[in-house]
């Protein structure tokens, strides 16, 4: 007989692993939970006991192992979603579906998935599909779950955001059509748990607020991250549809509003815009969330400019005929775009937000019942913040208010940029650009120079000047010089930006009809490869540009599209081709940008071309490197290029030309320190109107934008630590982040260590705090975005985290004890809270930290605690007479002992 332990076996350990994901999946971890119940699924290696059951043999037990292998994956499945992987998830939902198609759950999951991916009518095909299948194998309808859903689906309920936050291995909470389920009956989060007092022996750096948190903290803490402020540009759409014979039936009405519907999703795809009914038939469009992008007040704008254009445009009704009289007509819309700070409230199943609140909603509602019909209005703010270039002007007798002018309608010209700044400490740079060009002319072989650094650091504008230095005549010869961009939105083609390099070499314009691309690129085409079949090359290039290949406009919709690996060996050979005419310079902007393929294509370009005089240069923000560290390792030829801050004098001369001063000021100073090196930075500080003692008044919206994409750029964890690094301050230590947080230490270590790689924080060689590790933010815009991301509520708790983990320190630290204190204070009357208990707490906590100053022999920091309980104590507290002589008794022991130290000297 065999015996073996059951630890042996890998069904122990699959249950096991099911198990703990189970736990990790109620709890909302979803990324662990993901990872336990993949663990999990990986033990399978095909059906249980094959070589059994390949024998003839059937077993109970081997269909419930099978169930459950389904329930496992299904919760995976749950876990995935939440964690946003709608469009990874598509294939394997289907796969399963294939083998279980009456598998109600995991075609709730399907359905959720290719509703979000803005696939409805397969959604539906799919519910019908599964109808169809229990009625003709069962004699069944659908359960109550998935004809929820379904409705859900058909009214484009706003509650589907809220994805599927079923319990483990049961049904999904679909949305209810009828409304939120009654209080009694919705799911309450965990009650938290009170922290564990500090013991005495647990003060110190690193110590104090250390302890693992419960599950019901980091419950909490989840809750917390649901709420945040941010700014945000929204685009708010009213239409009304009329009939000739009077009003629309209802049932016109509701096709119209979804055909509506699907038609601004469809617009507003390019743009990045959030669209949310509003209201009947109000539409909302809100840009910045659930990420922020630097340019949303640009993108709301001309995604607004971009819906005028297609309800002008002539085409069919948006409510068709149903066979009445009246005939139906085209809608009379409204439009209106505001800029505002919003409140985002998320479900922690999905990365959408379930709910935008915010003054500029009521504010754009207001204008929107103003705007004549067919109109856009725009407010100030958002004109100012990304209108430049667009062509509006403000709407006469309406303060505050711009539309588009009449002289440029469709707003498509190009976006204002401030004037350059001098060309400063970037002669280092431009040697390493002229060298390689240089060394690529002599040896006439292809290199790759990539030019890496943060927003506004000065690549292009490096970039900029290595061109103008090649088009002077010096040195080789003159290349051709290309240069292309990657748009950060409304891309014509997903070939960006090696599409643009094709348009530079051709004088192809974008968005140029067919009936003009094809003649010009076959012409460029022939005159490259005189000597070969040039079709297949037009066709591919064609397809590169969007346009459909010429083969397949001839031959109707049958042609097919071109294979992705053909239009790449396309561009290969006409760069080559092109190279070996005359050396050519081909510059890549945004790389980052661009898609993962046209990366992978840029990356390995070099050693995949043959001899010819090509330098290839891109530009891109470090974040290139966070998502490809291995850019150009061990690649023939290829160099990374870091453009590094400029130095706080080549900052203050920056800010001094933006200003038009010749010398600097104090408070040009100032602004330096907060530009910290970064060109752009300078000069939007520069053209601030006053850089006080509070920075937070001086960021110009520029700044400010790119801060808040930068930090959406983060992780969900590495985004919440670096906000509790912001509550700590300016200046802030790893284990006073861990009490702030509830983290563990060394998981915070991690992320810190992170945002030091990313350039937002600065390690500080000696720490303040013996034993611990200081960093400091490098740009104060950072800090200040980060706080203001955190709801008031919030704030009150995480300062007062933070005071109690600083009156724990050995070494007390009063200044900043009393700083998280009155900072709590401050925030809590704001918010109406009352702060006579938060008072007392305050002044008792510094009292006890002059004790321990004392105790340790530092009167002047005993003093000093002492003096802020002081400031902190009302004058009606019975305790503050005994503080009064305490206070007096102390210093007037410290100065006595000064006097016998250093006795006074007489003549």
Known sequence: MLRIEPEQLDLTEFHELVTLGRARLAAGDWTQASELLRRALGLWRGPVLADVSDAGLTWPELAALQGIRLAVHEDCIQAELAMGRDRELIGELESL??????????????????????????????????????????????????????????SHDPALALRLTAAPGGAADFPSPTGPRSEAAAPQPPRPRPAPAARAGDRGAGRAGTTDAPAAEHALRASWERVERRPASVVMVRARWTADGGTLAPERVDLAVKELTAGIRREMAPFGGHVRRAFGSVWLVVFGVPRAHEDDAERALRAALALRRHFEAPGPASGPATGTSATATRPVTHLVVGTGEVVVTYDDSAPEPVEVTGQVLDACHHLLLQVPRGELWAADSTVEAGGAGLGFAPVPGVPGVHRPAPSRPDGRGSSGHPAEPPFLERTHELNLLCGAYRDTVRRQLPHLVTVLGEPGIGKTRLIGEFAASLRDGTGPPTPRVLHAGTPAFDAHTPYEPLAGVVRAYTGIRAGAPAAVVLPALTGVVRGLFPHAATGPIVTALAACLGLPAPAASAQGPDGGAVPREEVLGALRQFLEEAAADRPLVVVLDDLHRAADFVRSFVEDLTVRLGPVALLLIAGARSELLHTRPSWGCAKRRSVLLHVAPLSTAATAAVIGAAAGRRHPTPADDRRAALADGNPLFAQAYARAADVGADPAAAHPPAVLAVAAAQLDGLDRTARSVLRDAAVVGGTLWRGAVAAVSRRDPEEVGRSLELLESRELLRRVRRSGVPGDVEYAFRYAVSRYVALAQLPGRVLVERHLRAADWAALLDVPRPGLLAFHYDRAIALAEADGTPVEAMERRAWEALVGASARAAAAGDDALAVSCLDHALDRCPPGEPERVWLVTHHHRIRDSLGTRAHRRHPAVTG
């Open 97 to 154: 579906l294939e083998a279980e198609p009456t598998r109600e759950r995991l075609v709730a999951q399907l359905m959720v998935v290719l509703y979000n991916c803005g696939r409805q009518p397969e959604a539906l095909d799919r519910y019908r599909r599964t109808r169809d299948l229990l009625a003709d194998r069962f004699g069944l309808e659908p359960g109550r779950d998935l004809r929820r859903l379904q409705r859900a689906i058909l």
